[in-house]
């Protein structure tokens, strides 16, 4: 596995199990990631309960991230509901990536969280095709 892979990997849970996701406090809807990504601001780096205690395997679900909804109230994605598997190679490559490297482990996350708005990014560019399509119309 490699960043790209990882990304992917968090981000296709993020996009199938978390959302739509609603804001308790305004009631505000975030009907996709990339939605919630443009119009809430992150609050600090992601980061792992049990990493930060030294079992990062441990207690599935104590990975998070925080972001501030529009009307100021924090919101948070986590890991709960992840398949263990996929949750075991998320953890896994990260915590590898830590050790060789030599950083934080919520610097790992934070990198795999800047690739994950890279590829929704990219989704929505538009494609040769596209502009052709566009231009021919």
């Known amino acids: 596995m490699n960043l790209y892979d990882v990304a992917q990997l968090v981000r296709e849970f993020l996009e199938k199990d978390?959302?739509?996701?609603?804001?308790?406090?305004?009631?505000?809807?975030?009907y996709s990631l990339t939605q919630y990504f443009d119009?809430?601001?992150?609050?600090?780096?992601?980061?792992?309960?049990?990493?930060?205690?030294?079992h990062p395997l441990q207690n599935l679900?104590?990975?998070?991230t925080l972001s501030n909804c529009t009307c100021g109230s924090t919101l948070c994605l986590t890991s709960?509901?992840?398949p263990g598997g996929k949750f075991i190679r998320f953890m896994g490559?990260?915590?590898?990536?830590?050790?060789?490297?030599?950083?934080a482990l919520s610097d790992v996350f934070l990198e795999i969280r800047e690739e994950m708005?890279?590829?929704?990014?990219?989704?929505?560019?538009?494609?040769q095709?596209?502009?052709?399509?566009?231009?021919?119309s």
């Open 129 to 136: 095709v596209d502009q052709e399509q566009a231009v021919n």
């Open 80 to 82: 709960k509901g992840m």
């Open 93 to 103: 490559w990260s915590v590898k990536e830590s050790i060789v490297r030599g950083v």
């Open 61 to 64: 679900g104590k990975t998070y």
């Open 18 to 30: 978390k959302f739509p996701k609603t804001c308790g406090s305004c009631g505000k809807v975030y």
């Open 117 to 127: 708005e890279r590829q929704l990014e990219e989704n929505r560019k538009p494609t």
């Open 39 to 54: 119009e809430t601001e992150h609050v600090g780096k992601p980061c792992s309960l049990e990493a930060d205690h030294g």
